[in-house]
């Protein structure tokens, strides 16, 4: 009975049977084990010693011996991972080898025995992880590089310490929509459409209109454009046609024969143009930075009647349709009041809650809403910590959703009982929703401190 439940057991789990024995050099496997490793059942011979050497490069062969060696040399029961090429079929495997030395009297190796299984899944899903790790890491570097050089070339090209922070927190925002477009597709692609809707819908929602193929872009070319809408849309909101209510910006682009495309940005109703008398780091960015992104060339025009921009893009910069592509939705109107503000809204009075995990980003918040007028409660890092603050008198909230791992979730049901309105102010959760599917204004990371002021003013206005 006990050798009957043994079986099941064994079959139940998928595993084989083997048994090497060193005195005949013959090396026995069962059926399952057979299937397994494409061995034949029952006793094969092994003159080379370690039984399946054969199976085996000349280097993967000579690791595995000396593990072995080793665990035995200690008497102790041995795991090992093989990589072996299947000889019914030449796919190139992993096997797991558990089992335990059979000595005789005097303590010398007579074999071994137990249990083989094929480990070929795992092993593939943990080089893809490795992959997936060095990917992020890459990605990484590569994101912070970019901001660093942002950051140089705003400061090069800004006389105050305001100018700049408004300059730097723009393009570093434009970089994060295009980044979470990006993360959502699995670092695939971005579609142009999604781009552009991120960049214009919060600016002026009646003001902008954008349409076109569906295109996706490499991660370099979706970082590229949405500097690019950015830049461009800056300057049409402080000098061309979003500056006043008339005024219309139009974006369109079509698909090019070569597997590029074209992307025109056209301003009109707007004041009367006049070409910048020195060039900044916008127009360098959009001349020089942009074209060579796109693996084309960018193009702006200063007419009268309105500002012009040319964008050609090479077919390296355009993707295959990733198999996730998020969904873009518009802003809610308080996220879009908040993106396009630029002033410090005014709190005072208001008694806000901060609950931010990130010690840096709660500071900038406390100061930022501190010089809105607000008395700020917090701020808290831990779930804990939020908790325990909610006895007190609240009137809004700013919560980051993710805490050290943990969901923010109990602090906004609590906080949703009491009928206190709060913001995210987030880099977590899903594209164009609220995190928790909560009915909340949402301001991603990297966000403008006055863009969280602003959320949270109107929220209190509508309360």
Do not use: C
């Amino acid at each position: 009975m006990d050798e009957e439940r043994l079986e099941l057991a064994l079959k139940a789990a998928g595993l084989g049977v083997f048994e090497w024995d060193k005195v005949r050099q013959v090396l026995f496997i069962d059926q399952r084990a057979a299937e397994l490793s494409g061995l034949k059942a029952g006793e094969t011979p092994t003159p080379g010693g370690f039984p399946f050497e054969p199976y085996m490069s000349a280097e993967d062969a000579e690791r595995a011996r000396a593990r072995f060696d080793e665990e035995l040399a200690h008497g102790r029961n041995f795991k090992l991972d093989l990589r072996i090429r299947r000889p019914d079929d030449g796919r190139s495997i992993w096997l797991l080898l558990a089992g335990a030395p059979r000595r005789d009297a005097a303590g010398g190796l007579l074999g071994m025995a137990g249990m083989i299984n094929d480990i070929t899944r795992f092993k593939i899903e943990e080089e893809q992880r490795r992959a997936l790790v060095a990917e992020v890491d890459h990605r990484v570097k590569n994101v912070l590089a970019a901001v660093q050089a942002l950051a140089y070339q705003t400061a090069k090209r800004t006389t105050s310490l305001d100018a700049f922070m408004e300059n730097f927190s723009g393009r570093l925002k434009a970089l994060g929509s295009a980044n979470e477009l990006l993360t959502a597709a699995r670092w695939r692609g971005a579609a142009v459409e999604h781009v552009a809707a991120a960049e214009l819908s919060a600016l002026a929602p009646r003001q902008t209109r954008w349409d076109g193929p569906e295109l996706f872009l490499t991660p370099r070319a979706a970082n590229a454009l949405a500097l690019a809408l950015h830049e461009l849309a800056t300057n049409a909101v402080k000098f061309g046609a979003l500056s006043v209510e008339s005024g219309h910006v139009d974006v369109r682009w079509t698909a090019l024969g070569d597997g590029g495309f074209e992307l025109s940005w056209v301003e009109s109703g707007g004041p009367t143009v006049v070409p910048p008398s020195r060039r900044g780091f916008g127009t360098t960015l959009l001349e020089q930075v942009t074209g060579r992104e796109l693996n084309g060339e960018a193009v702006v025009e200063y007419r009268p009647a309105g500002v012009r921009a040319r964008l050609i893009a090479g077919p390296a910069a355009v993707a295959p349709r990733p198999d996730t592509a998020p969904h873009v939705s518009a802003p809610r109107p308080a996220e879009a009041a908040a993106t396009a503000v630029r002033a410090p809204r005014s709190l005072a009075g208001s008694r806000v809650l901060i609950v931010e995990d990130a010690v840096l980003l709660a500071l900038e918040l406390e100061t930022g809403l501190s010089e809105a007028g607000a008395e700020v409660v917090g701020p808290a890092y831990e779930l804990e910590e939020a908790m325990a603050l909610l006895d007190r008198p609240i009137d809004a909230a700013v919560l980051d959703a993710n805490l050290n791992g943990r969901s923010v979730t109990p602090v906004a049901e609590a906080l949703a009982r009491r009928n206190v309105p709060f913001v995210f102010a987030t880099g977590y959760g899903e594209t164009g929703g609220a995190p928790g599917g909560f009915e909340a204004p949402v301001i991603r990371k990297p966000y403008d401190v006055t863009q969280v002021a602003a959320a949270v003013a109107a929220l209190l206005a509508t309360g």
